[in-house]
């Protein structure tokens, strides 16, 4: 292997590796992951030096940067659902149209009269800011968990406005590069309609005809995701051919053509492409925050920090609160949109192209362009990463916590579960297809959802952002297992659990359904649908247990019949644990266990079991 191979090769290696660490930490200490992977970035870079984008990679860091971005943009757009828009709708095209050209206009102004730059760099500046990439949107989303209405609004405009921010900038410094000759509207509105048709044409008929290729079987199941991507990378080139920057919103377009074209592969397509950006935005801001030169922070001023501060506390928020006026979204909404708009990788290196160019045009401030929006990047990722979360559960935008349990199928042993979870203070929701199976949980005050848990309109009306569990409990072991399949990437393998299958015995279990394609099995082997029905109406009852330092659970072991069914525990910080023989229970002080017990239990019950 040569030199330059083991160059690059361990450049790769080094980003891919503290990308997805990064990830992994904040995951497990649920903090923000833009924060860790922009501090992993700067140690690696500035700090230590491991890793120098701009020496290692050269000419090859914004070609690559640039296809990297496509794929995160195609890959969101694919998570734009247009049932979205019939709630999101008003505000997103408020703030895709009245939104960008109040930032715009509100951007220049402040960066030509307080920052001391130049009309065509103030003008650079404002429409940089318009974008609030999907690259931070997304991880940001992920871990908050927001309401579906707010988290779609942030969605469709990080999405949206990202190529729309990159391709104004594009527009303002041709406008001021045929500036004084009459060719300079012409050249701007031939710019745009170039644009606008080479996006339309490849993303929006290219991403038709690819459906269709699919839906057609024109291209095998083995093959659809490598063509896929290979198509987002072809129609990023030539829609790039046709203007500067038009790749971005044809890739854009594109996945949202493809992504609600209800193609059978669609769900396979979107979970490859989501491991697949999760990858892509690790490695990006390592890279872009490895690259940074700590000497370019050194070239602005206190202007610079007033400019900044005005984008981030005053036209950001005048902007959100100007563009949804009459849109009818409440107050904590239009608060939580005003704050959160933090800027990445796109801004970043629109910055970077252009800065050069003006500065070879000799327009003044120049130099500050690019410095200006690192700044800003780190600012708004610090600020808004480390605040959404606290700010949307003040607001009640986002659960408190995610360890609610979303029960599918109906009964009275299930109804009896969901009514001693409420009493817990841990949020249930129960989803049958029978309304009449839904009575008693809607007069208990149980949440409901009366539908196919599978259909999209179960995708469209339930809000899932309190939900951190399932248990599929009909007397289908193939529709549970379906279900837990369905959603175990949303919640995790091992939060989703189905009662036992029928077919427990040993002998069987290499004929049941696979491990891989079902839950994880619930409570013991022999508590089926039928026997839970059966011990409901034998009086089986549910029961809670407090243990304290005077009654553990080895004294609760001595006098629990041993047919009781321990179901699940709940921890004093609010932590929920499903029992399954995967995962047995072990309480300790001061948890909480939910069993199912006969009814000669709660006559034999002793007062220093302290049950609840």
């Given amino acids: 292997m040569t030199d330059l191979a083991i160059h690059f090769s361990g450049f790769f290696i080094i980003v891919t590796a503290l990308g997805i660490g990064a990830q992994w930490l904040a995951w497990r200490f649920r903090l923000p992951a833009i924060l860790l992977l922009a501090i992993a970035g700067l140690a690696a870079g500035p700090g230590l030096g491991l890793i120098r984008p701009s020496e290692q990679l050269g000419a090859m860091l914004n070609p690559l940067v640039g296809l990297m971005v496509s794929i995160i943009l195609f890959e969101g757009g694919m998570n734009l659902r247009f049932h979205e828009l019939r709630e999101a709708g008003p505000g997103v095209r408020r703030l895709g149209t009245a939104g960008v050209a109040i930032t715009f206009f509100l951007g220049s102004i402040a960066a030509y009269y307080v920052g001391g730059l130049s009309w ?138 493809i992504g609600n074209m209800q193609l059978r592969s669609i769900e396979e397509l979107r979970r490859l492409k989501e491991y697949v950006s999760i990858l892509l935005v690790s490695g990006i801001f390592v890279i872009l925050t490895a690259n940074l030169d700590p000497h370019i922070l050194t070239r602005l001023d206190w202007r610079s920090g007033v400019l900044l501060a005005l984008v981030v506390f005053a036209i950001r928020p005048v902007s959100v609160l100007l563009s949804t006026v009459g849109l009818g979204m409440n107050w904590r909404e239009r608060v939580l949109l005003a704050w959160i708009a933090p800027r990445g990788v796109v801004a970043v290196t629109v ?27 780190l600012l708004t990722v610090i600020l808004h990463g480390s605040t959404i979360g606290w700010l949307a559960r003040r607001l009640g935008l986002a659960s408190a916590n995610q360890n609610g349990i979303l029960i599918v199928g109906a009964s009275n042993w299930s109804t009896d579960l969901a009514i001693q979870l409420k009493e817990m203070n841990i949020s249930v929701l129960i989803a049958d297809s029978r309304w009449h199976n839904l009575n008693e949980a809607r007069l208990s005050g149980i949440r409901t959802h009366y539908g196919e848990i599978l259909s999209e309109h179960a995708e469209m009306a339930l809000e899932l952002n309190d939900m951190g569990f399932l248990l599929a409990t009909t007397a289908n072991d193939a529709y549970n297992a379906l279900v837990c399949s369905r959603f175990a990437p949303e919640f995790g393998s091992n939060q989703v659990f189905q009662l036992p299958m029928h077919d427990t015995a040993e002998a069987q279990e290499k004929k049941s359904i696979k ?53 699940l525990m709940l921890r004093p910080d609010g932590t929920v644990l499903f029992y399954s023989e995967q995962f047995p229970l072990k309480p300790v002080d001061g948890d909480i266990l939910l069993s199912y017990v006969p009814p000669v239990q709660e006559k034999a019950a002793k007062p220093s079991e302290q049950a609840q």
């Fill in 120 to 257: 065509p760099v103030a003008m650079l500046f404002g429409a940089i800011i318009v974008v609030t990439g999907p690259t931070v949107i997304m991880p940001l989303l992920r871990q908050a968990r927001l309401k579906q209405r707010p988290a779609s609004l942030l969605k469709w405009e990080g999405i949206i406005n990202d190529p729309t921010g990159a391709l104004l900038a594009v527009l303002v410094f041709e406008y001021f590069l045929y500036f004084g000759s009459d060719a300079a509207i012409l050249q701007v509105l031939s710019g745009l309609a170039a644009a606008l048709t080479a996006a339309i044409t490849l993303g929006v008929g290219g991403g038709y005809l690819l459906g269709k290729a699919f839906s057609r079987d024109d291209v095998p199941e083995f093959l659809k995701a490598p063509v896929t991507l290979a198509f987002v990378l072809l129609c990023y080139g030539l829609a790039n051919l046709a203007q500067h920057e038009a790749g971005l919103l044809a890739t854009t377009l594109l996945g949202m053509t």
């Fill in 351 to 377: 910055a970077g192209v252009f800065a050069a160019s003006a500065d070879a045009q000799g327009y003044a401030g120049a130099d500050l362009l690019l410095p200006l929006i690192v700044s800003l990047v």
């Fill in 515 to 567: 491990l891989a394609h079902r839950g994880v099995i619930a409570l013991r082997p022999m508590a089926t649908k039928e026997e839970l029905e059966r011990r409901n109406y034998r009086n089986w009852k549910f029961k809670k247990t407090h243990f304290t330092q005077t009654y553990s659970y080895e004294n609760h072991l001595q006098i629990e019949p041993e047919e009781a069914l321990p179901t």
